[in-house]
């Protein structure tokens, strides 16, 4: 039987085969040489060349020789002067818009104590206009010991601005009395199917919305201007390639971000690559869309479907066959109706969507798995290419599930280090010796890739590659990794960022590898990832990023 890593240096192989094949007419001279690189291409661990040639926006040729060859005056040389450069990284898991915007809204992320979380909330209320809501946040109430923020808090120092401020892990929203008031939540709203509204032993609202419920507060806000929306997008589009990250895939509940690319898409180039996942429960539209416009191209592409399961670990809504340590009276909660869940999937695949499913907790993973496979069954044998997002907690039979049944683990190792702080209070260590199982899950033969979840996490993808490769938890406490045994290397972490990205979204025939007959993208950093200790890997720069042939960054 072949192993692993021949499957994948085969696949590899495969892919770069097909794509030469289909760029065999692009001849003469070069657009673009850069020599005098050392560029890792992505088809195996120690697999180098030291040249690129372009023409127009795909590579046409590989190694000093192969570029000299091709280089005629009109021929742009780039000398990268021993520069290191890699495929560009795929993220296939991110909230664009909300993290978009996000970057130009206060951040509560690093607040240490309740009375910080105040007083910069009480700030960022004093610069508003009185009546505008004050959204942002990423706020986490674990840096100060779990206290759960409350409306109380905030009320005397926001008496005239609306506020809704997410936990970090998005499922979560804090508001003050005023927002309450203007979203319709007091004692007598009834609880919402898939969400929580926290209320006190008195059954008054506390300020806090969970998962579902959080709608009710979205609609009283509204929608911002589509030209907001799109500067925010504009804005989100640097910083990721600032990053090194070339393509991204939205993975969200509604159609915010593939609304706002497809508009910057009919001007021009996106610079950045999108790849869609649209709310699954809408998959009848996106057919119909299909029908009528295909697709889309390499730029702005769809046809395929998200939807949530299940909640986080953080905010306890995670569902899990046993209860939380640290709240006995929850096992977390289902989101999407399992017979919805069956019933959509099978719908959407049969017309030939691709699926995704978030699912955090271990009996969320289950009732995913088994749904998948009943559809697989239903449906028969096609390259379906299913998706869990986040794949976080897992009971042990459910591991070698994703290879069996060919399903992709879309997993975002920030986490790890991240929830690894506090993980231990909510679930206990048993739990958590199947938890963000990276190594095992690579280990097993599935395809594995690997992304952010941002704004959840930091977009860029080294901080991802450390927390694979190290698992050192944020506060420090885990110098030798945080079950360590769950780490993996950094070649495997490499791959799982872009050629296993690529796959991810049927794309590793022009994705994901520096080859020829490929899509120009490409990232030139300024240390060799492989050759520094790897607790300096956040510390490289990206000194260029390449997509379609143009330098985007740099």
């Given at each position: 039987?072949?192993?692993r890593r021949?499957l994948?240096?085969?696949?590899?192989g495969?892919?770069?085969?097909?794509?030469?094949?289909?760029?065999a007419?692009?001849e003469?001279?070069?657009d673009?040489?850069?020599?005098?690189?050392t560029v890792?291409t992505g088809?195996g661990?120690?697999a180098r060349t030291d040249?690129?040639?372009?023409?127009g926006d795909r590579?046409?040729?590989i190694?000093?020789?192969?570029?000299r060859?091709?280089t005629?005056?009109r021929?742009?040389?780039?000398d990268?002067?021993?520069?290191?450069v890699?495929?560009?990284f795929?993220?296939p898991?991110?909230?664009?818009v909300?993290?978009s915007?996000m970057?130009?809204q206060p951040s509560?992320?690093?607040?240490?104590n309740?009375?910080?979380?105040?007083?910069?909330?009480?700030?960022?209320?004093?610069?508003?206009?009185?009546?505008?809501?004050?959204?942002?946040g990423?706020?986490?109430q674990d840096?100060?010991?779990g206290?759960m923020?409350?409306?109380?808090?905030?009320?005397?120092?926001?008496?005239?601005?609306?506020?809704?401020v997410?936990?970090?892990?998005?499922?979560m929203?804090?508001?003050n009395s005023l927002?309450?008031?203007?979203a319709?939540?007091d004692?007598?709203?009834?609880?919402?199917?898939?969400?929580?509204?926290e209320?006190?032993?008195?059954?008054?609202p506390?300020?806090?919305v969970?998962?579902?419920?959080?709608?009710?507060?979205?609609?009283?806000?509204?929608?911002?201007s589509?030209?907001?929306?799109?500067a925010?997008?504009?804005?989100?589009?640097?910083?990721?390639?600032?990053?090194?990250?070339?393509?991204?895939h939205?993975?969200?509940?509604?159609?915010?971000?593939f609304?706002?690319?497809?508009?910057?898409?009919?001007l021009?180039?996106?610079?950045?690559?999108?790849?869609?996942?649209?709310?699954?429960k809408?998959?009848?539209a996106?057919?119909?869309?299909?029908?009528?416009?295909?697709?889309?191209?390499?730029?702005?592409?769809?046809?395929?479907?998200?939807?949530?399961?299940d909640?986080s670990?953080?905010s306890r809504t995670?569902r899990?066959?046993?209860?939380?340590?640290d709240?006995?009276t929850?096992?977390g909660i289902?989101?999407?109706?399992?017979?919805d869940?069956?019933?959509w999937?099978?719908?959407a695949d049969?017309a030939?969507?691709q699926?995704?499913?978030?699912a955090?907790g271990?009996?969320?993973?289950?009732?995913v798995?088994?749904?998948?496979?009943?559809?697989?069954?239903?449906?028969?044998?096609?390259?379906?290419?299913?998706?869990?997002?986040?794949?976080q907690?897992?009971?042990p039979?459910a591991?070698?599930?994703?290879?069996e049944?060919?399903?992709?683990a879309?997993v975002q190792?920030y986490?790890a280090?991240d929830?690894?702080?506090w993980a231990?209070r909510?679930i206990g260590?048993?739990?958590?010796k199947?938890?963000?199982?990276?190594?095992s899950?690579?280990g097993?033969?599935?395809?594995v890739?690997?992304g952010?979840?941002?704004?959840v996490a930091?977009?860029?993808p080294?901080t991802?590659?450390?927390a694979a490769?190290?698992r050192?938890?944020?506060?420090?406490?885990?110098?030798?990794?945080w079950?360590?045994?769950?780490?993996?290397?950094?070649?495997?972490?490499?791959?799982c960022?872009t050629q296993?990205?690529?796959?991810?979204?049927?794309?590793?025939?022009r994705?994901?590898?520096?080859a020829?007959?490929?899509?120009?993208?490409?990232?030139?950093?300024d240390?060799?990832l492989f050759?520094?200790?790897?607790?300096?890997?956040?510390?490289?720069?990206?000194?260029?990023?390449?997509?379609g042939g143009?330098?985007?960054?740099?």
């Amino acid at each position: 039987m072949l192993g692993r890593r021949t499957l994948l240096a085969l696949a590899g192989g495969t892919a770069a085969a097909a794509a030469t094949r289909a760029f065999a007419h692009a001849e003469g001279d070069l657009d673009a040489a850069y020599i005098n690189a050392t560029v890792w291409t992505g088809a195996g661990p120690t697999a180098r060349t030291d040249a690129i040639g372009v023409i127009g926006d795909r590579i046409a040729a590989i190694g000093a020789d192969a570029v000299r060859a091709r280089t005629g005056k009109r021929t742009q040389i780039v000398d990268l002067a021993g520069a290191f450069v890699t495929p560009g990284f795929i993220d296939p898991h991110v909230h664009f818009v909300t993290a978009s915007t996000m970057l130009s809204q206060p951040s509560l992320r690093d607040a240490a104590n309740p009375q910080e979380f105040v007083a910069r909330i009480a700030a960022a209320a004093k610069a508003l206009p009185k009546g505008q809501w004050l959204e942002g946040g990423n706020w986490d109430q674990d840096r100060w010991g779990g206290e759960m923020p409350h409306k109380d808090w905030i009320d005397a120092v926001t008496p005239d601005t609306p506020v809704a401020v997410i936990r970090y892990d998005l499922h979560m929203l804090l508001l003050n009395s005023l927002a309450l008031k203007l979203a319709g939540i007091d004692r007598n709203t009834p609880d919402v199917p898939g969400g929580v509204i926290e209320r006190d032993a008195k059954g008054e609202p506390t300020g806090i919305v969970k998962d579902a419920a959080k709608d009710l507060v979205v609609r009283a806000i509204g929608a911002p201007s589509e030209t907001q929306i799109d500067a925010a997008t504009r804005k989100g589009i640097e910083l990721a390639l600032s990053k090194g990250v070339t393509q991204v895939h939205p993975t969200e509940l509604e159609t915010i971000s593939f609304d706002s690319t497809r508009r910057l898409r009919a001007l021009g180039e996106t610079g950045l690559r999108f790849r869609h996942y649209l709310p699954l429960k809408d998959w009848e539209a996106q057919v119909a869309l299909i029908a009528e416009q295909g697709r889309g191209d390499d730029w702005v592409q769809w046809g395929a479907c998200k939807v949530v399961f299940d909640g986080s670990l953080g905010s306890r809504t995670a569902r899990f066959y046993e209860p939380y340590s640290d709240d006995p009276t929850t096992r977390g909660i289902v989101v999407t109706d399992p017979a919805d869940l069956r019933r959509w999937i099978e719908g959407a695949d049969k017309a030939g969507l691709q699926v995704t499913a978030h699912a955090i907790g271990d009996e969320a993973n289950d009732i995913v798995l088994d749904t998948m496979a009943a559809v697989a069954k239903a449906n028969g044998p096609r390259d379906r290419r299913f998706r869990i997002e986040h794949v976080q907690h897992m009971k042990p039979h459910a591991i070698g599930r994703f290879r069996e049944q060919g399903i992709i683990a879309s997993v975002q190792p920030y986490h790890a280090i991240d929830d690894g702080r506090w993980a231990v209070r909510r679930i206990g260590e048993e739990r958590l010796k199947t938890s963000f199982a990276y190594g095992s899950l690579v280990g097993s033969g599935a395809h594995v890739c690997m992304g952010s979840d941002w704004p959840v996490a930091p977009i860029d993808p080294l901080t991802g590659l450390d927390a694979a490769v190290n698992r050192e938890t944020l506060d420090g406490q885990n110098p030798q990794g945080w079950h360590p045994e769950q780490r993996v290397t950094l070649a495997q972490a490499m791959h799982c960022y872009t050629q296993e990205g690529a796959f991810a979204g049927f794309n590793e025939t022009r994705l994901g590898l520096i080859a020829a007959g490929f899509l120009a993208d490409f990232v030139v950093w300024d240390s060799d990832l492989f050759a520094i200790d790897s607790h300096l890997l956040v510390k490289a720069k990206v000194l260029k990023t390449v997509v379609g042939g143009i330098v985007r960054f740099g």
